[in-house]
C-alpha cells in the first residue's frame, strides 16, 4: 500500500515497537516496579551483582546476558522468519525481550531466583534496568546482524566465559538455576 509520502509503510514497525514499550513500561509499573534505585541515584553501571544496586541501575553485569538474547533471537528469526523485514524482525525480538522483562518481574520468578539462584536478596528490576535490558536485546540483535553467524556465534562464547569468571553466572547458568536448580553449582557461585 503507497501513502501520502511516498513510503509503503516503513514506520509500521516503529510505531509498533513505541507501542509495545509503552505497553511494558505500564506493566512494569502497574506491577509495582520503581522507576530507579530506591537510593535515588541513577547510576549508568552498577558492577556489583551482590548489593541492592544490582539491576536497579541503567546496566550492570547481567546486561550482557541481554545482548546473548538479542544474538539468539535474531538466529532463530533469521532461519524462522527469512522473508521477514529486518525491522519487523526486530520488532518481534523486542516483544519477546518485552514480554520476559514482564514475566521476569512477577512475584512468581522474583521468588523463584530468591529460592534457586544465587539471586538471594533479588527484588526485580527497575523500569530503567528493564528498558535497558531490552536496548541490549536490540544491540546483540543487531551486532548478530552484522557479525553473521560465525563471529556470533564466537562472541556468544566470549561472553559467556567471560560472565562464568567475572561474577560466577551467565545466560546459561541463569536458565539451568532457574529450571533445574543443582545445589553444587549454587555453592560454587555463592563464593564470592
Given at each position: 500500500?503507497?501513502?501520502?509520502?511516498?513510503?509503503?509503510?516503513?514506520s509500521w514497525?516503529w510505531?509498533?515497537v513505541?507501542?509495545?514499550?509503552?505497553a511494558t513500561?505500564?506493566?512494569?509499573h502497574?506491577?509495582?516496579?520503581?522507576?530507579?534505585?530506591a537510593?535515588?541515584k541513577?547510576?549508568l553501571?552498577?558492577?556489583?551483582?551482590w548489593s541492592?544496586?544490582?539491576?536497579?541501575?541503567?546496566?550492570?553485569p547481567?546486561?550482557?546476558?541481554?545482548?546473548l538474547h538479542g544474538i539468539?533471537f535474531?538466529g532463530?528469526?533469521?532461519?524462522?522468519?527469512?522473508?521477514?523485514?529486518?525491522?519487523?524482525?526486530l520488532c518481534?525480538?523486542?516483544g519477546?525481550?518485552?514480554a520476559w522483562?514482564?514475566f521476569?518481574n512477577?512475584?512468581?520468578?522474583?521468588q523463584?531466583?530468591?529460592e534457586?539462584?544465587?539471586g538471594?536478596?533479588y527484588?526485580?528490576?527497575?523500569?530503567?534496568?528493564?528498558?535497558a535490558?531490552?536496548?541490549?536485546?536490540?544491540?546483540?540483535f543487531?551486532l548478530?546482524?552484522q557479525?553473521?553467524?560465525?563471529?556470533s556465534?564466537?562472541?556468544?562464547?566470549?561472553t559467556?566465559?567471560?560472565l562464568?569468571?567475572?561474577?560466577?553466572?551467565?545466560?546459561t547458568?541463569?536458565?539451568l538455576m532457574?529450571?533445574?536448580?543443582?545445589?553444587?553449582?549454587?555453592?560454587?557461585q555463592?563464593?564470592h
Amino acid at each position: 500500500m503507497m501513502y501520502r509520502d511516498g513510503h509503503q509503510g516503513k514506520s509500521w514497525p516503529w510505531v509498533a515497537v513505541g507501542a509495545l514499550l509503552a505497553a511494558t513500561v505500564y506493566q512494569l509499573h502497574s506491577q509495582g516496579r520503581i522507576w530507579w534505585c530506591a537510593c535515588g541515584k541513577l547510576n549508568l553501571w552498577a558492577g556489583d551483582i551482590w548489593s541492592a544496586h544490582n539491576s536497579q541501575h541503567v546496566f550492570d553485569p547481567y546486561s550482557f546476558t541481554h545482548v546473548l538474547h538479542g544474538i539468539v533471537f535474531y538466529g532463530i528469526m533469521a532461519r524462522l522468519f527469512a522473508r521477514m523485514s529486518f525491522a519487523w524482525r526486530l520488532c518481534l525480538a523486542i516483544g519477546l525481550e518485552a514480554a520476559w522483562e514482564v514475566f521476569e518481574n512477577t512475584p512468581f520468578i522474583i521468588q523463584r531466583y530468591r529460592e534457586a539462584t544465587i539471586g538471594l536478596g533479588y527484588e526485580g528490576d527497575s523500569i530503567v534496568n528493564s528498558m535497558a535490558d531490552i536496548l541490549c536485546c536490540v544491540i546483540g540483535f543487531i551486532l548478530a546482524r552484522q557479525l553473521g553467524l560465525r563471529w556470533s556465534l564466537v562472541l556468544f562464547v566470549v561472553t559467556e566465559g567471560v560472565l562464568l569468571f567475572w561474577v560466577r553466572d551467565n545466560l546459561t547458568l541463569n536458565i539451568l538455576m532457574l529450571i533445574y536448580p543443582i545445589d553444587t553449582i549454587k555453592s560454587w557461585q555463592m563464593v564470592h
